[in-house]
């Protein structure tokens, strides 16, 4: 099945059996960057001019992407896309793709308490292929192969949240370094792959500061 860029940061989020890998003030900027990035690379957004312009409203057929879309639309300036990630990041964005997950047959949705008190939901698992071929996939490129501008985007973002030596502890830093920072791609994706890279940095930054408000632009 195909999944989203940011579906596929979240299957490498979470353990095997459901636990998260990094906490929450991480994962929601980069869950938002690469919903960003993906309407980019499918071209109904432009970042090349350091702001998210729309190219084309056409809608891709997904609930988030195509929400996005409208919402970047409708407003009526063009924003930074730091700006977009400030203002699109939440837990609850997290929760509706985790909830996509669980409806594709991905994942199941686990509900228990701590010590009988603190409620705690876990998403382990259902259907391990899926996070497989993303792993397979990144940890090619890793090794040397040509990347495409989707893997490169997984690679990058997860690199902006300090992920990615976690996700792949093998891999080369060097090698991150180099897939993160664009050199590798066309002009134009370099510059979607370097614009969604500072929009995470900036909206992680944020949160671990205490949470700023959206940056204006």
Same mark, same amino acid.
């Given at each position: 099945?195909?999944?989203?860029?940011?579906?596929?940061?979240?299957?490498?989020?979470?353990?095997?059996?459901?636990?998260?890998?990094?906490?929450?003030?991480?994962?929601?900027?980069?869950?938002?960057?690469?919903?960003?990035?993906?309407?980019?690379?499918?071209?109904?957004?432009?970042?090349?001019?350091?702001? !998210?312009?729309?190219?084309?409203?056409?809608? $891709?057929?997904?609930?988030?992407?195509?929400a996005m879309l409208t919402r970047i639309a409708e407003e009526r300036r063009n924003r930074k896309p730091a700006w977009w990630v400030q203002r699109l990041?939440?837990?609850?964005?997290?929760?509706?793709? $985790?909830?996509?997950?669980?409806?594709?047959?991905?994942?199941?949705?686990?509900?228990?308490? !701590?010590?009988?008190?603190?409620?705690?939901?876990?998403?382990?698992?259902?259907?391990?292929?899926?996070?497989?071929?993303?792993?397979?996939? !990144?940890?090619? !490129?890793?090794?040397?192969?040509?990347?495409?501008?989707?893997?490169?985007?997984?690679?990058?973002?997860?690199?902006?949240?300090?992920?990615?030596?976690?996700?792949?502890?093998?891999?080369?830093?060097?090698?991150?370094?180099?897939?993160?920072?664009?050199?590798?791609?066309?002009?134009?994706?370099?510059?979607?792959?370097?614009?969604?890279?500072?929009?995470?940095?900036?909206a992680i930054s944020a949160a671990a500061a205490g949470g700023a408000g959206a940056t204006g632009g």
């Amino acid at each position: 099945m195909r999944v989203t860029i940011a579906e596929e940061l979240l299957l490498l989020a979470y353990s095997e059996d459901g636990k998260p890998l990094m906490n929450s003030m991480q994962l929601d900027p980069a869950l938002a960057g690469a919903i960003l990035a993906e309407l980019a690379i499918e071209e109904r957004v432009d970042l090349s001019d350091k702001k !998210v312009m729309v190219k084309s409203p056409a809608p $891709l057929g997904d609930d988030e992407l195509d929400a996005m879309l409208t919402r970047i639309a409708e407003e009526r300036r063009n924003r930074k896309p730091a700006w977009w990630v400030q203002r699109l990041q939440s837990a609850k964005l997290r929760k509706r793709l $985790l909830t996509k997950l669980v409806a594709a047959g991905v994942l199941a949705e686990e509900r228990a308490k !701590v010590m009988g008190i603190f409620p705690v939901t876990r998403w382990p698992e259902t259907h391990p292929g899926v996070e497989a071929n993303v792993r397979e996939r !990144v940890s090619a !490129v890793l090794a040397g192969a040509d990347p495409d501008a989707r893997t490169a985007v997984l690679i990058a973002i997860m690199h902006a949240a300090k992920f990615d030596r976690k996700a792949f502890p093998g891999a080369s830093k060097k090698r991150i370094k180099e897939i993160a920072e664009g050199a590798w791609a066309a002009d134009a994706v370099a510059k979607t792959i370097a614009a969604i890279n500072a929009a995470a940095v900036a909206a992680i930054s944020a949160a671990a500061a205490g949470g700023a408000g959206a940056t204006g632009g």
